[in-house]
């Protein structure tokens, strides 16, 4: 049996409440899969990974960003070109939490079948 995918990390979303997931948090669901973004023009992160989430119409909205210090390898990465490589999901809500710990990322790194 070939893995498709290879566990790269789990994280938060961290700056959940200051971007957009409120807009649409009744369509967030375990297992949405979300984009990652390098953010270069990012001011407080010189490694900042946005997370962005795209509706059924198209229309993209920022949900927050990865943890800054879990983000540079990830980062690096992304301004390689490598960004096709991740997927990243959804992997736990909890709304009673704190804004800062709702929602849980996991990201796996998938199979290049041109390898196998």
């Known amino acids: ?20 997931a409120d807009e649409v948090w009744d369509e967030l669901k375990v297992g ?7 953010d ?4 407080f992160d010189g490694y900042a990974v946005q997370v962005v989430y795209t509706d059924a119409d ?7 960003y990865v943890p800054s210090g879990e983000n540079e390898d990830l980062a ?8 096709k490589i991740f997927e990243a999901r959804i992997s736990r809500i909890i709304p009673e939490a704190h804004p800062e710990q ?15």
């Open 1 to 20: 049996m070939v893995t498709k995918k290879v566990f790269f990390m789990d994280c938060h979303l961290a700056g959940r409440k200051y971007h957009d």
């Open 32 to 38: 949405t899969i979300v984009e990652l973004r390098r």
């Open 40 to 43: 270069l023009e990012n001011r």
């Open 58 to 64: 198209g229309e993209e909205f920022c949900l927050g």
């Open 76 to 83: 690096n990465f992304l301004e390689m070109g490598w960004g």
């Open 102 to 116: 709702q929602i849980q990322l996991t990201i796996k790194i998938r199979r290049n079948e041109k390898l196998s």
